[in-house]
């Protein structure tokens, strides 16, 4: 893997799902600026609090792909993200929520600070520790601020 930063000010993106994933998923990528529609029959509570993103409530199509960028598989279903990542064309990015080994890429931890960025990744082989390591050094640098 090859680590970047994107600047996706203004790209369109696509979020399939409507679960916790997705939703984490979805804040941080209005964060950083992105324009993002999340397709899915069903929303958790937090989507709500969002703003800036468009959502379309109905099940996966192909058709949904065709503009998009970046594009997220965050489905509960192993069998309709396959399908997402067959479906994308060969000049769109595509992250299998649910499988590594079907990404184009994947997203690390990040820890922001005023004088930049660190990032964490465990090649999508343990979130968890990955946002572990990245919590305790997060605290350290409060430590040596301080």
Request: hydrophobic share 35%; proline share 2%; with cysteine.
């Amino acid at each position: 893997m090859y680590p970047i930063m994107l600047d996706i000010t203004d790209k369109k993106i696509i979020v399939i799902g409507g679960g916790r994933i997705a939703l984490r998923k979805t804040r941080s990528l209005l964060q950083a600026g992105g324009r993002v529609t999340v397709i899915a029959p069903r929303l958790e509570e937090g989507f709500k609090t969002l703003t800036n993103v468009s959502f379309v409530s109905e099940k996966y199509h192909s058709e949904q792909l065709k503009e998009a960028q970046l594009i997220f598989a965050c489905t509960d279903s192993k069998s309709v993200n396959q399908q997402i990542v067959a479906d994308a064309a060969s000049w769109q990015w595509v992250n299998d929520c649910s499988q590594k080994e079907n990404s184009d890429f994947y997203n690390m931890a990040v820890l922001q600070h005023e004088t930049g960025v660190v990032a964490f990744s465990s090649h999508g082989q343990s979130p968890t520790e990955t946002k572990r390591l990245k919590q305790e050094i997060e605290e350290t640098l409060k430590r040596q601020i301080k």
